[in-house]
């Protein structure tokens, strides 16, 4: 008797310690978040810098955003995730949601409007760059920190105190909305002697924004411009099909067929390297000089442009050196998790293997960003600047009273801004 119940209790234990072992062995398999998961493969596979990455236990990771933060190598500012519909909507279609303006303070601590999209909560109530809000939903700037102010910009809808350009003051409640984004804020040609300079002021590269860019180079082109200035300064990259129509417009007509730039991929992906080719469109413009204007903020996509049109054009940056971003991604998306990941996947290299501007690219004349008035405005120093420079050769200004500060962005236009180079034919899982 004894016997039996000795291997009954035996036969009870060993059912117990099997069945025990193997729910905590489905428990570990469930543990990894599938989007955890679908981030790690791709940056095993993509990264550019996958080799440096360090080993992580999945199952202690919550989120792609967590994931990436742990493996992120030291130069690494940029890969991201994001809902692979928004990111869709905003490159392609140009379509986002937010207030619909860049937003920054300036050395006199005014909170200054950038620029603004037309078709915005902003545009639509006929903000204008410039622009100074002075008060918050009754709460005046001054007496709020820049944390008191991200704050607030988070809220849906908001009561905005603006002080408009000739001084005169207004208030305009207004809520975030959809956004559809227009990328040349200003084009005109300005006469200056005997010169017709082309004015651009570009600010997404996207493929909604090709349309317009062929637009703004038609007129170009009937006035027979014979000088460019870019205005790239708050330009936080996009597309390379969108880069390659603006260098074709550019520089299509002397350089047509010119490699301007090369991608180089880790060593799991070195097919996917390619040359980027200067194309020619029929309004395509041939300038004697290019000047671009550039701040800190002009990042990617907007480098890239730069980088690749050194070696054939007679071209000066003034303002600030730009952001230092010489990489750009490859994006990843799975449609039924909805996320898009997005790691650093390859290197750019002009035609004289110019890449290493991590630290930004410098300017030839350090000009500051004022933001006193619109578009346009010749009390604007860096335009003043670079009319003077295409004119005479030096960019002899007056003091400058304000300018922004830099660091203290605090808004870039929408809730999902355009900050990061990506290659066109994306990988997507249906």
């Given amino acids: 008797m004894k016997s039996i119940i000795y291997w009954l209790l035996l036969l009870l234990c060993y059912h117990i310690f099997f ?49 990436i933060g742990q493996v992120r190598y030291i130069k690494d500012r940029w890969s991201f995730t994001m809902s692979y519909t928004d990111l869709i909507d905003l490159l ?32 639509k109530a006929g ?29 849906s809808s908001n009561s905005f105190v603006f002080t408009k350009n ?25 006469q200056k002697g005997a010169k017709k300079i082309g004015y651009l002021v570009f600010s ?3 493929g909604s924004s090709v349309k317009e860019l062929n637009n ?57 390297g390619y040359q980027s080719i200067i194309g020619l469109k029929s309004s395509s413009v041939q300038t004697n000089k290019l000047v671009v204007i550039t701040t800190s903020s002009t990042a990617s996509a907007s480098e890239l442009v730069i980088s690749g049109l050194k070696p054939y054009l007679n071209i000066k940056l003034i303002g600030s050196k730009t952001h230092g971003k010489p990489v750009g991604m490859n994006i990843e998306g799975d449609t039924k998790l909805n996320i898009a990941v997005a790691p650093i996947s390859f290197r750019n290299v002009n035609s004289q293997g110019y890449s290493d501007y991590f630290d930004g690219i410098p300017v030839d004349f350090a000009v500051k960003d004022n933001v006193s008035q619109d578009w346009g405005d010749l009390s604007d120093a860096c335009l003043t600047a670079a009319l003077n420079y295409i004119s005479t050769g030096t960019i002899g200004i007056n003091v400058i009273k304000s300018a922004i500060t830099t660091d203290r962005i605090i808004y870039k236009g929408t809730d999902n801004p355009v900050e990061n180079l990506y290659q066109s034919g994306n990988k997507i899982i249906k």
């Fill in 19 to 67: 069945s025990c072992k193997k729910e905590i062995t489905q428990e570990n398999i469930q543990t990894v978040d599938p989007s955890v998961q679908f981030t790690a493969d791709t940056f095993n596979d993509l990264y550019l810098w996958y080799e440096s990455m360090p080993v992580v236990d999945l199952t202690t990771i919550k989120t792609p955003d967590e994931y």
């Fill in 92 to 123: 392609e279609k140009g379509e986002t949601t937010g207030w619909g303006a860049g937003l920054a303070f300036d050395d006199q601590d005014k909170l200054r409007i950038l620029f603004v999209y037309n078709n915005s909560a902003m545009g």
């Fill in 127 to 155: 903000v204008k760059r410039g622009w100074q809000i002075k008060a918050i939903n009754s709460k005046t700037v001054d007496s709020m920190s820049d944390s008191d102010v991200n704050t607030a910009l988070n809220n």
């Fill in 166 to 190: 000739d001084g005169t003051d207004i208030t305009i409640p207004m809520s975030k909305g959809t956004i559809v984004i227009n990328s040349v804020q200003y084009s005109g040609v300005i």
């Fill in 204 to 206: 997404d590269f996207l």
């Fill in 216 to 272: 703004a180079f038609d007129i170009f082109s009937k006035e027979g411009v014979t000088d460019m200035i870019l205005d790239l300064r708050y330009n936080g990259g996009g597309t390379l099909d969108c880069a390659d129509s603006l260098v074709a417009l550019l520089a299509g007509k002397p350089f047509k067929d010119k490699v301007y730039n090369t991608l180089t991929y880790n060593n799991k992906h070195i097919r996917l």
